[in-house]
Nanobody
Framework: QVRLVESGGGLVQAGGSLRLSCTAS????????MGWFRQPPGKEREFVAS????????YYADFVKGRFTISRDNAKNTVSLQMNSLKPEDTAVYYC?????????????????WGQGTQVTVSS
């Protein structure tokens, strides 16, 4: 059983940056593709980015391309999301998740494990 814990959320002004981190339990972290999702207030949870087990491949939703970067450090069992040029519409609860399926899995149902979420609020 994989346990995921997010951290790093907070309140920032538009144009600012935040770095989210997710720490995973277990000794098989590198066998999972990892993803970040977000859920804006009153909306459905949506895919943000994913990264392959060895970190060599990344996949991004169109609305964050060029602004967000996903990375992982398997020695520390962590995955991160560097968020730059933040916009008010980026305001959401951000979740990290793990999947044994394809790197290109972008639906919530394809992910096996989820963290509790961390709030990101971007003011204008």
């Amino acid at each position: 059983q994989v346990r995921l814990v997010e951290s790093g959320g907070g309140l920032v002004q538009a144009g600012g940056s935040l770095r989210l981190s997710c720490t995973a339990s277990g000794r098989t972290f590198n066998t999972y593709n990892m993803g970040w999702f977000r859920q804006p207030p009153g909306k459905e949870r949506e895919f943000v980015a994913s990264i392959s087990g060895n970190g060599g491949l990344q996949y991004y939703a169109d609305f964050v391309k060029g602004r967000f970067t996903i990375s992982r450090d398997n020695a520390k069992n962590t995955v991160s999301l560097q968020m730059n040029s933040l916009k008010p519409e980026d305001t959401a609860v951000y979740y990290c998740a793990a999947t044994a399926s394809s790197l290109y899995s972008s639906h919530r149902s394809q992910y096996n494990y989820w963290g509790q979420g961390t709030q990101v609020t971007v003011s204008s």
